[in-house]
């Protein structure tokens, strides 16, 4: 399966899972997942020291969560991400997407290994806004 460009995985996506959401508003994570929900996406919140944030319960893990989850979307260090990319194939999403400065070959490899489609190193808010704009 060839990988989509990262515009039509956010075209396409309607539920995103934000790994490292939080509630503290001075974070980039809740400016983009803030930004995301308010756009319409179903956002899912994966952080195991939040209860809810943005309105919405969080979860501990990726695989925990109970519904279907087309995009990870990563704030955590490039380290963690394996790990994350290991959840998302068992969660059954449809893409792994890394924020802007986050790269981790072994992510990479696990994600696509998995059926996964992948970004790194880009910023899903971003992608959405030159989207907007044509």
């Known amino acids: 399966m060839a990988n989509p460009d990262p515009e039509t995985i956010v075209k396409e996506a309607k539920t995103v899972a934000v790994v490292g959401l939080s509630n503290d508003p001075e974070k980039y994570s809740h400016e983009v997942g803030s930004y995301l929900k308010e756009q319409g996406y179903r956002i899912i919140p994966v952080n195991p020291t ?58 990479r490899r696990i994600a696509e290994e998995g059926g996964l489609a992948y970004v790194e190193d880009r910023c899903m808010r971003k992608t959405h806004e030159s989207i907007q704009k044509g």
């Open 50 to 107: 939040e209860d809810e944030v943005i309105g919405e319960r969080a979860y501990e893990t990726v695989d925990q969560i109970p519904e279907r989850i087309d995009v990870v979307d990563v704030f955590l260090p490039p380290e963690k991400t394996s790990e994350i990319a290991e959840d998302a194939v068992r969660a059954g999403a449809k893409a792994l997407w890394l924020q802007e400065g986050i790269e981790n070959a072994e992510a």
